[in-house]
Every structure is written in structure tokens, then in C-alpha cells.
């Protein structure tokens, strides 16, 4: 029976005294040495691993350490180890966020060297949440492989994908019965109104994308009043930013119109009529789209996608409906798309009642302002990245417009967007998904059916990995399958000329799907990080690089050079959000190494403090011994 004697930092301990156990501290050993940046130690199984009994300088090392390593977790999520307000833009302390780790200043000979050690192989990393002897980093590939993560994946994703299909139904059922008005210039006018309208309302809609993320912090934390905060100051303040945008377009339609319109344009006669009555739609659109990310921020993405196949199945009906049989025409598709809207809305608000995301005490009272500064502070940020967007949609609906006044670029234009949208559903779903699981994971906290800690910056890491490797695979799949679709899609158009315009376009749009699948998931995690600035500057960036394309690739190539134009457009975002994942991210190997070190750097300290102490604590008993002795 041999004893394995270590020695470290002046202090020694007998950890293993049967021959047996060698072969598993050696493999404690390797990943001491070659885990990169991830020093780990032995979870509180180890029992013979004891600081020594009675030193209060060791106690006091344990809570220091711990303190340390909470307040730098936070560095994560631009939290505070603080009690009050954090800094992050998520406004909470991320309390619940802990280190399961013990690790004391001396490692000295324990006096119960028989206890047991059947725990002895038991890992826990300095960050993580995954109490496996494997780190996180290592156990789970980045490539799909249907293990565990990419089941629950699949099990979120896939509604979110089914709800992310049905929306653009709107717009898709709409054109579809226009188109067969067999009027130009009636689907021209309706996709120039629809842009004003959708511009208009984005600009305002920065709250959906902040809501998402702070719920989903909030109920991984298991917390049903932060949860009602989140969701009812959203709605009390897209209440007031609805109201002034439903104004907005109600009082200055001409205005609004002119951003994509010339004045005296043929269009208008059907554009004017169909924004004035989707500008009634604010509200209830802004409502139904909080709803939708309260829902997903609780994990439930089946909710909202029975509501919104509810709503567009009656939008379904009911179009035609207006459009013909009442001899509405074009405002006939927009008072359809309206009362769908105001039945989302109701329904959403109702089911949110029920399941306590909201509650009264917080809906009818005007929240004070250091509660609502999260949202206000992410919701800037975005506010910049959505105005970028909506620059960039206006300058190609206005190039787009001016290429030709028969309205045959701007019908062959929207069914180009048709096309990418088959595509852009799935990736845009991915995208959802990414910006409220990954601040989910980055949380570490207990699992309540096998008791196990689950989450930290490593899981978050390695989901952030899965899914962008879904996006590439999904991506070229997607555009694959749309290039072999283009002549069926293009038959939605009775009128040849349109369909010979809109073919180009559509087969870029299709090959652009390759890396869209990176972009719009890299975005998503972007926002769940909470990174709303860097983001905002990337599409600033991009937005920068495409006004420019448009004012010499249409020239040149007429509708397909607008479509270049958006390529541009999408590679400069793949640029930035390369940068978020691997060079300054919160979740960037760097950024993770960078803060383990710093961790570690601060917990060798703190032993080292505690273990002065404890010698100043030995010289003071050994003094009063010995004057107990003399006395």
C-alpha cells in the first residue's frame, strides 16, 4: 500500500494511500496540465482533501475565494458581485450565478485518512456548469451529431421555425390575391405601403429583442416577479412608442410615402390607402410580438405558434374575402391583415394573463424609471441597428422604385424577397432561438429532474458552437433547395415580364443563403450576450458598404445589381459577427481563457493572504501556550 505524497505551495498532504488510486490522480494531473486556461481541482467528494480543522484563516479563504470568483463570473454577463442595481444592461445581479468549487490555502494531512474517496473522479472546472469529468469545451462537438444538446435544440427550434414560416404568410397571402388583380401597379403600391409600414414599426419594435433576453435570464433564475417586470414594462412602454407611431403614419401619410415614392407616382393610388389602414395595426402588432418573446424567454415556443397559425389562417380567409368579393381591392388585404393582428394580440395578452407572465399590479402603474433602464439601455442600442436596417430596406425600395415606373422591377423585386424568405424562415427561427437560449445557458444553476449543475459561460459556448454549425449546414441545404424551386415559385405571377425580372434576383437570393445561416444566428447570439452596441455598430457598418453598392451596382445591372448590393450587405455583417465570436465576445475562447486566468490569478492571492494569516495565528497560539506554561 503506497502513499502518494504532494507538496504545494510549502504544505504537503498524503491524498491517496492505496496503490489503486494512482491511475486517477494521474488523470487529474493531465488535465491540471494541458486544459487550456481551465485549471481544475477536486469537487467536494474528496474528502481527504481537508483544510486543517480549526483555522479561521481558512475559513475566511474560502469565503474570499468564493466572493472573487462570483464577482468575476459576472464579467460574463456585466453583472456585479455587489448587492444592488448591476451595471450590465440587464439592470439584475446575476446572484445565483456561483463557482461549486472548494479550493483552501493549505492542503495539509487529514486525521480521518479512512474515509472514503469513491468521489475521487469527480471534476468540476473553474467555469463550466457541467459537473462531468470532462470539461464542456471538450465533451460536446461543435458539429450536430444528435446527442443531447442537439435534441433539445431541435425540440425549440422546430416551433419556432413552424411560427416563423406562418408570419410571413402575411405579406405572402396579401401579394398573392393582388397579384391576381393583374395590376402592376397595384402590387407595386401594396409592397411600397407594406415597407413604409414595416420600416415605421420596426424602428419602434426594438422591444421584442430585449424582452426575450431578459426573461430568459430571469426565469433560468427561477424568478416569476423578475419575469412580470420584464414583460409588463414592456408592454406599458410599447404602449406609449405604438401610439406615436400609429400618429406618426396616420397624420403624415404623403410624407411617409415620398421615402419610396416619388410624388405622382402611379403606385400611390394603392399605396395611400393601404398604409392608412395597417398604421392602425401598431399596437396590436407590437403586443403580439412581445408576447411572442415573453413565451420564448419561458421556453415555450408551441404557445405563439398556435396563435399565429391561428391569425394567419383567419387572414387566409378572410382576404380574399375583402379584396374581392367586397370590392376592396388593395385596402381590402390591409383591413384583413389588421383584424388578423387585433386577434393575435387579444389572444397572446389573455394567455400571458392566465400563466402569470403578467399581473396587474405592474400592468396599471407606471413603472419608475431605474426599473425600466434595462430595457431602455439594450433598447437603444438596437434602436441604432434598426434604424441601420430600415436605411438600407428603404434605399433598396427606393432604387428598386426608380429603376422603372410600369412597376415590373418593384413586382419582380417582392417576389425575389418571397424567395428568400423560404430560406430566411429557418435561419431567422435559429436566430430567434440563439438570442434567449444562450443567456439561458450562460446561467449556471441546479437541473430539477437529475439535480446536476447545468449552464455557465462553457455550456453557452459550446451551444453558441452547435448552432452556428447548424446555420452552414441549414444555410447551403436552404439555398440549394430554393435553386431548384425558382420556376415553380416564379409561376405566382401571371405576367412573364415580371417573371423574367424577378429570376436573377431570386437565384442570388438563393446563394446568399449559404452564410445567411452565420449571419443571422451569429446576431441572435450577439443579443443574448447582450452585445446591443457592438451589434448596432456592425450593421452600421454594413448598412455604410451597401448605400454605397446601390449607387453603382443598379446602374450598371439594373434589379440584379440591387441584389448585389445585398450581398454586400450580408458579408460585411459575417465580418462582424466573426469578430463578436472570436476576437472580443463574451463568450470568445480569448475572453473566457482571459477571465479563468484572472480568476485563478485572484484565488492564488487570496491563499496566499489566508495562509500568512494562518502562520500569524500559529505564532500567537504557540506565544500564549508557552505563557500559559511559564504562568
Excluded at 427550434?157 to 388583380?181: E, K, Q, S, T, Y
Excluded at 438563393?510 to 452596441?533: A, D, H, K, P, R
Aim: include cysteine; aromatic fraction near 8%.
Amino acid at each position: 500500500m503506497a502513499r502518494l505524497k504532494v507538496s504545494w505551495k510549502g504544505t504537503s498532504t498524503h491524498i491517496f494511500k492505496e496503490s489503486s488510486m494512482l491511475p486517477t490522480f494521474l488523470l487529474v494531473a493531465f488535465l491540471l496540465t494541458f486544459e487550456n486556461g481551465g485549471v481544475h481541482c477536486f469537487a467536494n467528494g474528496l474528502h481527504n482533501l481537508r483544510p486543517s480543522t480549526g483555522s479561521k484563516a481558512n475559513a475566511n479563504a474560502n469565503y474570499l475565494s468564493t466572493t472573487r470568483r462570483n464577482t468575476n463570473i459576472n464579467e460574463w454577463t456585466g453583472g456585479s458581485a455587489q448587492n444592488g442595481p448591476s451595471a450590465s444592461p440587464f439592470g439584475r445581479r446575476q446572484s445565483t450565478v456561483q463557482v461549486q468549487r472548494r479550493m483552501t490555502s493549505n492542503y495539509v494531512s487529514s486525521s480521518s485518512e479512512d474515509e472514503n474517496v469513491d468521489n475521487q473522479k469527480e471534476i468540476l472546472s473553474l467555469r463550466g456548469g457541467d459537473s462531468t469529468v470532462v470539461p464542456t469545451k471538450e465533451l460536446v462537438k461543435a458539429w450536430p451529431c444528435g446527442d443531447a444538446l442537439d435534441k433539445k435544440l431541435i425540440k425549440i427550434a422546430l416551433p419556432c421555425i413552424a411560427n416563423f414560416a406562418i408570419n410571413p404568410l402575411v405579406g405572402a397571402v396579401d401579394l398573392f390575391w393582388i397579384n391576381r388583380m393583374g395590376n402592376t401597379l397595384a402590387v407595386a403600391g401594396q409592397a411600397a405601403a407594406n415597407q413604409i409600414f414595416s420600416s415605421a414599426f420596426w424602428l419602434t419594435s426594438f422591444l421584442p429583442s430585449v424582452t426575450a433576453t431578459l426573461v430568459a435570464r430571469e426565469y433560468a433564475m427561477g424568478s416569476e416577479d423578475g419575469v412580470q417586470e420584464a414583460v409588463c414594462q414592456a408592454l406599458i412602454l410599447g404602449t406609449i412608442v405604438a401610439i406615436l407611431g400609429s400618429f406618426l403614419i396616420l397624420s403624415r401619410p404623403e410624407q411617409m410615402l415620398s421615402g419610396v415614392l416619388k410624388s405622382g407616382a402611379p403606385a400611390r393610388e394603392f399605396a395611400r390607402p393601404y398604409l392608412l389602414i395597417r398604421g392602425f395595426g401598431f399596437l396590436p402588432s407590437l403586443y403580439s410580438l412581445i408576447g411572442f418573446s415573453a413565451f420564448r424567454g419561458t421556453m415555450d415556443t408551441i404557445t405563439p405558434l398556435k396563435i399565429s397559425l391561428f391569425a394567419n389562417i383567419l387572414n387566409a380567409v378572410v382576404d380574399p374575402l375583402l379584396i374581392f368579393n367586397a370590392k376592396m381591392g388593395v385596402s381590402g388585404a390591409a383591413l384583413a391583415t389588421l383584424i388578423s393582428e387585433l386577434c393575435s394580440a387579444a389572444l397572446f395578452t389573455t394567455l400571458m394573463w392566465k400563466k402569470k407572465l403578467i399581473s396587474a399590479s405592474k400592468l396599471f402603474r407606471l413603472p419608475k424609471l431605474e426599473k425600466l433602464m434595462p430595457l431602455l439601455k439594450g433598447g437603444a442600442a438596437l434602436q441604432l441597428r434598426n434604424f441601420a436596417l430600415n436605411l438600407t430596406f428603404l434605399a433598396v425600395t427606393r432604387v428598386t422604385q426608380s429603376i422603372d415606373e410600369t412597376g415590373v422591377a418593384a413586382a419582380a423585386h417582392a417576389m425575389a424577397i418571397q424567395t428568400f424568405q423560404i430560406g430566411g424562415i429557418v435561419l431567422l427561427a435559429l436566430s430567434t432561438v440563439a438570442s434567449f437560449i444562450v443567456p439561458s445557458d450562460m446561467i449556471e444553476k441546479i437541473d430539477e429532474k437529475t439535480g446536476e449543475k447545468i449552464g455557465g459561460p462553457r455550456t453557452a459556448r459550446a451551444t453558441v458552437n452547435r448552432l452556428m454549425a447548424w446555420g452552414l449546414i441549414l444555410g447551403t441545404v436552404l439555398g440549394s433547395l430554393q435553386i431548384v424551386i425558382i420556376p415553380k415559385l416564379l409561376q405566382a405571377s401571371p405576367l412573364e415580364e415580371v417573371r423574367t425580372a424577378a429570376k436573377v434576383p431570386a437565384i442570388l437570393a438563393s446563394v446568399y443563403q449559404c452564410f445567411n445561416g452565420l449571419v443571422f444566428i451569429g446576431e441572435g447570439v450577439m443579443v443574448g450576450t447582450g452585445s446591443f452596441m457592438q451589434l448596432s455598430i456592425s450593421t452600421l457598418i454594413a448598412t455604410a458598404g451597401t448605400l454605397v453598392a446601390l449607387k453603382e451596382l443598379p446602374t450598371k445591372f439594373g434589379l440584379t445589381g440591387v441584389w448585389m448590393s445585398f450581398g454586400v450587405f450580408n458579408v460585411l455583417r459575417l465580418a462582424g459577427v466573426a469578430i463578436h465570436q472570436l476576437v472580443n465576445g463574451p463568450l470568445s475562447e480569448r475572453t473566457i481563457a482571459r477571465i479563468e486566468a484572472k480568476a485563478q490569478a485572484e484565488l492564488v492571492t487570496v491563499e496566499e493572504a489566508a495562509r500568512v494569516e494562518a502562520d500569524e495565528g500559529d505564532d500567537e497560539n504557540g506565544e500564549q501556550t508557552k505563557k500559559n506554561q511559564y504562568f
